[in-house]
């Protein structure tokens, strides 16, 4: 009677649990049998370890042999528990050291051959793994993700021959060590490319100051793209954890890391056909959607009107909490969703109502229904509308004058997040109804001029909290320590899709 112990990683939302395989050999007919909640992929495991411990030269006991996975409570799916599987036989009947194996954490799909084959979600495996205070081995394919966790000490295979040797002491696996040099500039398109606009410009600067949602109605062809595809480049640099974090989600996502852009803060456009659970993730499986790969960036929502009512309103609860909860039957998974919401729309079905030629013709029911397909709870979640007009000929000249490039403009945004950091600890959007009566006090007249904008423009208490949030971030741009006349009335100007405004307003 035999027993060993491998140490592996499951993967639940973006949280590696910590697997314990153990492998026991006792008498009987040679048979494999793995217990311990595993679906389809993890059973067919015995397949592939058999051929691949056998064609890798190497013993497989014949006698029954019992695999448990533990927790036994804890859904176990994927292809990842191969190697972990294979080393735990192999220490059991003796030929790994089981000393030296508890020092590891094993990861990696077997080819019938003895290759390893990459597996998804590993960089959350290796921050965990770097916790516990264990080496981890992974394909080699995965190495350079799993760098990424930093302090995590990360060995790569091709082979599980070459894993046997490296626990044996025999023949040392190649580390790989997390870069160390001076990362390249990071690249974003220039708002310096956006001719015009300048009060879509200027809800542009104060969404990035303040972190901000904006929803921008213009015409087609206006520039609301090319708007939107500039504000990550105005937001700060994302920091190691954020970037990490972000890395996770990718990872867990089974689209991979682009490991060449991994700290940018990333840009989601989603198709306006994209399904509920396209956006906020789902499956048998759970997996991350849009809104958490957008996570510490931007989700960009074009053509806002002809989505799926049914789409958006999934969308309600990210926006406040930050967090999506993903529950199934058999499991429940938790993902960040902490972004910022930019969305683009046309006024109307035809796209020119409010044009200064005049080829709207759509009627008034029309525009009523088409602005309908909004419902109010999603509005009153987005802090700045803004409408974008339709450029003058002559602005679109190549000679033209050009606006601010997003260098100088993310000099005004940086200072005004510094201000915002240093006395409340957070960004405006995300400041709660204490810091609110704390940060955001108004003068008797301000306060009057704001229950005026409450009752005239039908307002609820939610989306008179964001007017102040929003204003608080004007007042950071404008260097002031408190919340002014004019500083409070551009905040209720931005609010022009609320109710009574009309969507070419």
């Known amino acids: 009677m035999s027993l060993a112990l491998a ?15 153990e492998a026991y050999l006792s008498p009987g007919l040679p048979a ?17 370890v058999r051929a691949a411990i056998q064609c890798s030269q190497l013993e497989m006991p014949q006698r029954r042999i019992v695999i448990n996975l533990a927790p036994a409570d804890l859904p176990k799916d994927g292809s990842r528990f191969d190697l972990p599987i294979a080393i735990g036989i192999l220490a059991a009947q003796g030929d790994v050291s089981l000393d030296a194996l508890s020092r590891y954490e094993l990861l990696g799909e077997l080819a019938l051959t003895g290759e390893l084959r990459r597996v998804d979600g590993v960089l959350p495996a290796a921050l965990a793994a770097a916790r516990s205070g264990r080496a981890l081995i992974v394909p080699v394919d995965n190495g350079i993700e799993a760098a990424l966790a930093g302090e995590a000490e990360v060995y790569t295979a091709r082979t599980l021959l070459e894993v046997v040797a490296h626990i044996n002491g025999v023949k040392s696996l190649p580390q790989v060590l997390p870069e160390t040099g001076t990362a390249a500039p990071l690249a974003y398109p220039d708002l310096a490319d956006v001719r015009g606009q300048l009060q879509a410009r200027r809800a542009l600067e104060i ?3 303040g972190q901000h949602h904006l929803l921008l109605i213009g015409s087609p062809g206006c520039g609301k793209t090319l708007l939107a595809s500039r504000l990550p480049g105005l937001l700060p640099d994302a920091s190691e954890a954020e970037a990490l974090e972000s890395a996770a989600i990718a990872s867990c996502s089974g689209r991979g890391i682009d490991l060449s852009r991994w700290r940018l803060r990333s840009f989601r456009s989603p198709h306006h056909s994209a399904s509920p659970a396209a956006l906020v993730g789902g499956g048998a499986e759970p997996r991350p959607g849009e809104i958490s790969l957008a996570h510490n960036g931007v989700l960009f929502l074009d053509e806002l009107a002809e989505w799926d009512r049914r789409s958006l309103e999934v969308l309600r609860e990210p926006l406040e909490s930050g967090v999506v909860t993903i529950s199934r039957a058999a499991r429940a998974a938790e993902f960040p969703a902490r972004f910022q919401l930019v969305a683009a729309m046309n006024p109307c079905p035809c796209g020119w109502a409010g044009d200064p030629s005049g080829r709207c013709r759509c009627p008034g029911e029309t525009v009523q229904r088409y602005r309908a397909r909004l419902s109010g709870p999603l509005l009153d979640r987005i802090d700045l509308h803004v409408g974008v007009p339709r450029l003058a000929a002559h602005e679109l000249r190549s000679d033209a004058p050009r606006g601010e490039t997003t260098a100088i403009v993310r000099q005004r945004v940086l200072a005004a997040r510094e201000r915002q950091l240093r ?26 001029l704001l229950e005026r904008a409450m009752d005239g423009l039908q307002l609820s208490a939610r989306a008179t909290h ?3 949030r929003v204003a608080r971030s004007i007042a950071d741009l404008e260097g002031h320590p408190n919340i002014g006349t004019s500083q409070l009335t551009e905040a209720i100007g931005y609010r022009q899709l609320d109710r009574g405004q009309g969507l070419g307003a």
Request: aromatic share 2%; proline share 3%; hydrophobic share 35%.
């Open 32 to 48: 494999v049998q793995v217990v311990g909640l595993p679906e389809a992929a993890v059973r067919e495991s015995r397949d592939r």
């Open 207 to 209: 969404a990035a100051c």
């Open 423 to 448: 006395r409340a600890g957070k960004t405006n959007a995300l400041l709660d109804q204490g810091d609110l009566e704390k940060y955001c006090a108004l003068s008797d007249g301000d306060q009057r």
């Open 466 to 468: 964001r007017i102040l």
């Open 7 to 21: 140490h592996s990683r499951a993967r639940t939302g973006v949280h590696a649990p910590e697997v314990r395989v």
